[in-house]
């Protein structure tokens, strides 16, 4: 009787220290839930705060986990460029420099029409799949790799297109220019296959304050491409003011649609667009 007496005073304590670490250990196990990624996903996707223009799913905030480092500590920061970096839908996975070329084109009703002939550097997904929607006349999807899964990619390089002048009705070209080597080459077979009327889409980083472009040979590692130019692939930092001349000389004329006048109050944020990036239109 002793022992049995004994034995339920034991499991009466063992009881009471497991009712005691219970609040911790559930203390412990919310901390860890709520920190994970998956469960941070499942609420942010809940929520209404923000709407991808692309997939037109909702949520509480873009994922930033892919900005580039910070504004202030860069070359590139320090003259006030735009399109630098960017933030993600984490539905459909699209840029907010896609989603920003995207919600123009959408806007200003840019998409090609069914007579059109399309050349399209780097194309982006969701940009492809609306325009082959359109049963364009000729779509060239180009980039000067080819191994971006597309199957009927071609490999073209910009500063060198293989097709006849006045051959394009709209080339799209979306933060492609500041990778290649000679950029007023780039411009100028652009303006050469683009037909009289036609009109290009030229989106690329920019400093809004320099006065030239900025360009050193010395800069030639990664970390130095990222420091002075924004990105480890780009080989210049343009200046704005420069890069519009440059369009205007080669015989563009400007286009520009800035998003004060072409979406609603409050609009351009709630689809987290590229923040001060303009629409680079221009008209040969
Ligand atoms: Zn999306």
Not at 33 to 58: A, P, V
Not at 120 to 141: C, G, M, N, Q, T
Not at 176 to 190: C, N, T
Not at 197 to 209: C, H, K, Q, T, W
Request: hydrophobic share 35%.
């Amino acid at each position: 009787m002793v022992l049995i007496y004994k034995m339920t005073k034991v499991l009466k304590a063992i009881t009471n220290i497991i009712w005691l670490c219970l609040p911790y250990v559930f203390l412990k196990s919310w901390n860890k839930l709520k920190n994970s990624r998956k469960f941070k996903l499942y609420l942010n996707l809940r929520g209404k705060k923000y709407q991808c223009n692309i997939c037109k799913r909702t949520f509480n905030s873009f994922n930033d986990t892919i900005l580039q480092p910070s504004e202030l500590t860069t070359w590139s920061g320090k003259y006030f460029t735009i399109g630098i970096g960017h933030t993600l839908c984490d539905y459909c996975s699209s840029t907010s420099r896609l989603r920003t070329i995207y919600a123009y084109f959408d806007k200003l009703n840019l998409w090609p029409k069914s007579k059109d002939k399309v050349l399209h550097f780097a194309p982006e997904a969701p940009l492809y799949k609306r325009i082959i929607s359109s049963e364009v006349s000729e779509y060239i999807k180009a980039d000067l790799y080819d191994d971006w899964g597309i199957n009927d990619i071609k490999k073209i390089n910009i500063m060198d297109i293989p097709y006849p002048e006045n051959y394009f009705d709209i080339v799209i070209c979306n933060h492609v220019l500041e990778h290649i080597p000679d950029l007023k080459k780039g411009i100028a077979e652009i303006h050469r296959v683009i037909k009289k009327g036609g009109f290009a889409i030229l989106m690329a980083p920019m400093s809004m304050v320099l006065e030239n472009h900025f360009q050193d040979a010395g800069i030639n590692t990664d970390d130095t491409r990222t420091a002075y130019y924004g990105q480890n692939d780009h080989v210049i930092l343009l200046s704005k003011k420069q890069y519009l001349q440059d369009l205007q000389n080669q015989g563009f004329q400007l286009d520009l649609k800035y998003a004060k006048d072409t979406f609603e109050s409050g609009e351009y944020e709630y689809f987290g667009l590229e923040p001060k990036e303009f629409l680079v239109k221009v008209i040969k």
